[in-house]
């Protein structure tokens, strides 16, 4: 049981460049959450999904975009990055009121 | 909004002494409380929950019990030891199931 995957692991990426943050998850979770950690700070939503079709903004949504096509996959679109995007970038999934499983984080680095 | 609002790091303890970690929050209804751990370059790990008034949320020897009349969730472990050192963050869960975090407490157990 993989879990909550999400690729790729590190990124740099110059500004203006665009870039996709993939998540796929395989315990069929209804609810899935994009959240950036920037150094020393807590967690912050980016989007959201609470089901297939379905998508959300969260506290900080400028500069990102999301689709859930199925409901496994719930990749998160950078378009023009920017080095305030420059972060640690969380994906997650729930179901009910379980708590929300993580996964492992992309670092992404815009310079 | 909801929030939570964590005691302030880092907390620096001798392994088997006591530790709290404060937690208060604000919520308009009544949310489920959560307690994470974040180690080293990894992602969120689920520590214990609780969904309703006075539950004991425990695992791997930390409790939490979810106090409504003071809206607190405050994490406790009887004797902590150097592989308990991590962040530990607060959650709740509102509508939706969007997870709300507090900012994190770093937690450092000395040998």
């Known amino acids: 049981n993989a879990g909550v995957t999400q690729t790729p692991k590190f990124r740099i990426l110059k500004i203006g460049q665009s870039m996709t943050l993939q998540c796929t998850q395989d315990m069929n979770h209804n609810y899935m959450y994009w959240y950036r950690q920037d150094p020393g700070m807590g967690l912050k939503l980016i989007y959201y999904?609470?089901?297939?079709?379905?998508?959300d903004k969260g506290e900080v949504p400028n500069g990102y975009n999301v689709s859930r096509s199925t409901t496994e996959d719930f990749p998160l679109r950078l378009e023009l990055a920017a080095p305030s995007q420059t972060s640690v970038y969380f994906c997650a999934s729930s179901y009910s009121d379980v708590g929300a499983f993580f996964g492992q984080g992309t670092r992404l680095t815009v310079v | 909004g909801d929030s939570v609002t964590q005691m302030e790091g880092p907390v620096t303890l001798s392994e088997e002494a006591f530790l709290t970690i404060n937690c208060t929050y604000t919520a308009t209804g009544y949310p489920s409380l959560f307690w994470y751990v974040q180690y080293p370059g990894e992602g969120l790990q689920l520590l214990l929950k609780a969904t309703k008034a006075d539950d004991k949320g425990s695992n791997k020897g930390f409790e939490a019990t979810y106090r409504k009349e003071t809206t607190s969730f405050h994490l406790e472990k009887g004797s902590v030891q150097v592989s308990d050192s991590a962040v530990y963050f607060c959650a709740l869960s509102e509508e939706g199931n969007k997870l709300v975090f507090g900012a994190g407490t770093i937690l450092r157990v000395k040998s």
């Open positions: 999904s609470v089901g297939a079709g379905i998508t």
